[in-house]
């Protein structure tokens, strides 16, 4: 049987593509940007993308076609493959697990989006109010609002949605091709067709409810870029966790796609396209749909107000029905629909590290390895359908999600500059290569990389109250103490459960010192 390989280099092109295009461009991205500043965010992720991302995905990519020289097809055996200590097996199957974890919340919001695409297209949303569009996804999540307190709706379309990502990993390397070569081009026309609307609506949903409406505020105030935050590590921060997670690094699934490539085909030109077209979706698409458009009904202040995750489906589907009945629900369409195509060739890519384990380790093949990530996930994934008021869903964002990308970016950073080593791991970026990657990014690769990702670590471990840096810094130089936030990692670590109880014994005075500022 010839070995397994990709069809085609845009077949392996779109599939990076996807895997790293995901829910994270259009529900992560503008929600970040506007938290940490708007333009104040734009200078620090672009940096974070030249010295971590572009790094990362080097070391993934020629880590996995590395790893498939030796027909390796998993993060365990590719890392084994390129470290004598048996530790780096097990850090390649800590990789595996974060994929379980993040598949199991990430299909319930592509089980989302296949909901609001039909929904769409029904009309269910006609007429209704800002607040009923709300709460009509409040009661799709609520298990307090069905008698039996089982959202029945919701799982069925998560178990439906789970199905098919199982089926179509089960078809293998062509499947998964398939869907990139579908879902990517119309994903790309659903953005361009949205994101035109978002730059010229201006100011025609102004109203006499929304005097201040103006989609040229949004853009403006994501566009104009300001250095002061240069000196914020909170900005910093959000940037690097936004570039890790929509990059799709430090989860192994760049390389068990790489694993997949001819041993003399190219991987730097590759490697950079992907990436590239990533951002452009981001950055470009990412940011010219949710907040232009609802800064041009609701206004610039709502929005700074109510960033976040459920602008997407709680706010968008009233937005749409400005536009007429027919208007509404062909936006809902491409919205919704973008969102979904978006999120599935994410989450297959999540499901090749678990089933190319099965098989460098157990020999299974595809439908086995397919149908037993299906049930991991489902295992992992019913707690977040099944109790997502109690927050299951947001500790998996944060462990699974945030956490976890960094730890395993900054092991395989240190296993392939330092313990594989940085001349061979510097051959096999450039072996077949199209293109010659600058040689400073072997430095790069080799310092800078792995010390910004143990910067980034330990300023998660160590978050202070409230991410505020200066304050804090200011505040032990006055012979206070550092006082911890409740979102850094070692509160996530020591106290959990035990937040509030912990919160009420630190030092009183420090909190007054940082509230006054
Ligand atoms: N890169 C994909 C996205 O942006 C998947 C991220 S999973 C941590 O959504």
Not at 1 to 6: G, L, R
Not at 400 to 408: D, E, I, K, P
Not at 426 to 450: C, H, L, M, R, V
Request: charged share 10%; proline share 3%.
């Amino acid at each position: 049987m010839p070995k397994e390989a990709w069809g085609s280099r845009l077949g392996l092109i779109l599939a990076m593509a996807g895997n790293a295009v995901g829910l994270g461009n259009f529900l992560r991205f503008p929600v970040q940007a506007v938290q940490n500043g708007g333009g104040a965010f734009i200078i620090p992720y672009l940096i974070c993308f030249l010295l971590m991302g572009i790094p990362l995905l080097l070391i993934e990519w020629s880590s996995g076609r590395f790893g498939g020289k030796f027909n390796n097809h998993s993060t365990p055996y590719i890392m084994d493959g390129m470290g004598k200590a048996k530790i780096w097996k097990y850090v390649g199957v800590f990789g595996i697990f974060t994929n379980i974890a993040v598949v199991a919340y990430y299909t319930y919001i592509e089980s989302w989006s296949l909901v609001y695409v039909l929904h769409a297209v029904f009309g269910t949303f006609e007429g209704m109010s800002q607040s009923d569009v709300a709460t009509f996804f409040t009661s799709y999540v609520d298990i307090f609002t069905t008698s039996t307190g089982i959202p029945f709706e919701a799982v069925f379309f998560y178990i439906l949605v789970l199905a098919l990502n199982i089926f179509i990993l089960s078809k293998g390397l062509g499947g998964i091709e398939k869907v990139a070569k579908i879902g990517m081009p119309l994903l790309i026309l659903f953005g361009v067709i949205l994101a035109v609307r978002g730059l010229t609506l201006g100011e025609s949903g102004k109203s006499e409810l929304f005097p201040d409406a103006n989609a040229w505020d949004g853009l403006n105030f994501l566009w104009t870029p300001q250095f002061d935050s240069l000196s914020n590590p909170k900005v910093w921060l959000a940037a690097a966790g936004q570039i890790f997670f929509t990059l799709s690094v430090g989860m192994g699934t760049i390389q068990c796609y790489a694993a997949y490539i001819k041993a003399n085909e190219d991987i730097a030109l590759n490697a950079v396209s992907a990436g590239f077209m990533n951002e452009f979706v981001e950055v470009v698409l990412g940011s010219s749909i949710v907040i232009p458009i609802a800064a041009g009904y609701l206004g610039l202040d709502w929005v700074l107000e109510n960033a976040g995750f459920g602008m997407a489906f709680q706010t968008m589907p009233f937005l749409f029905q400005q536009w007429g009945e027919v208007a509404a629900a062909f936006s809902g369409v491409l919205w919704f629909g973008l969102l979904f195509f978006a999120g599935i060739t994410s989450s297959l890519a999540m499901g090749t590290p678990w089933m190319g384990f099965m098989k460098d380790e157990f020999g299974w093949g595809k439908k086995r390895g397919a149908w037993s990530f299906g049930a991991l996930a489902l295992i992992m994934g019913l707690p977040t359908v099944l109790l997502y008021q109690y927050g299951v869903f947001d500790e998996y964002d944060y462990w699974a999600g945030t956490v976890s990308l960094v730890v395993f970016a900054l092991l395989e950073a240190v296993l392939f500059s330092w313990v594989f080593g940085i001349n061979k791991g510097w051959n096999e970026i450039n072996e077949g290569s199209d293109i010659k990657i600058p040689q400073a990014y072997k430095f790069i690769i080799k310092y800078i990389t792995p010390l910004l990702l143990l910067m980034v670590f330990l300023s998660a471990l160590i978050t202070p109250y409230q991410n505020e840096w200066m304050d804090s810094i200011s505040n032990v130089l006055n012979g206070g103490t550092w006082v911890l936030d409740n979102s850094s990692l070692i509160k996530n670590i020591t106290n959990y459960g035990l937040k509030e109880q912990l919160q009420s014994a630190i030092n009183q005075s420090d909190i007054d010192f940082l509230e006054k500022k």
